[in-house]
């Protein structure tokens, strides 16, 4: 029997901390054999289901993570909104990652363009700012969420 593991444990096998209580609900961890799949998605064209770039964005290895928030930009739906939220509060970077922008190489910078691309919507979240100012952005997606949002078909 598979058990699903609550937000709180699955974050902190990931190495992540979040401020906020999460949207989404509670995942099984992303199989290990599957981060290959998602790095190579955007190269190989696959097209990884929803529910498994839902657990990437969660996974333990930093760029399965930025990469599972890109994916879901072009590929995800209403159910990816809360997931990408709680995303939002990703504080890693990968380290070496040579990008044309600096905040490429962090998940909270997809996580914001793939709501801004799903929804419509931007709040002004902006990936390196300070957390205090990043968190009340993250706190008006909440509120937008929690109350009736409305996305792109």
């Known amino acids: 029997m598979k058990k699903v593991i609550g ?90 990652a040579n990008y044309p922008e600096a905040g490429m190489a962090t998940t909270r910078y997809w996580a914001n363009e793939s709501l801004k691309k799903l929804t419509e919507q931007d709040f002004g979240f902006i990936w390196n700012d300070p957390k205090e100012k990043r968190n009340q952005a993250i706190q008006q997606w909440i509120n937008w969420y929690q109350n009736g949002s409305k996305t792109k078909p």
Do not use: C, W
């Open 7 to 96: 937000f709180p444990l699955l974050f902190a096998l990931a190495g992540l901390t979040f401020g906020f209580e999460p949207l989404g609900k509670p995942l099984l961890p992303l199989p290990a054999q599957e981060y290959q799949r998602i790095f190579n998605a955007p190269s190989s064209k696959d097209r990884v289901p929803i529910k498994l770039l839902h657990q990437g964005l969660f996974a333990g290895q930093t760029t399965v993570r930025a990469r599972s928030a890109l994916l879901l930009g072009d590929r995800g739906n209403r159910s990816s909104v809360p997931y990408l939220i709680d995303a939002l509060s990703d504080q890693s970077m990968h380290v070496g």
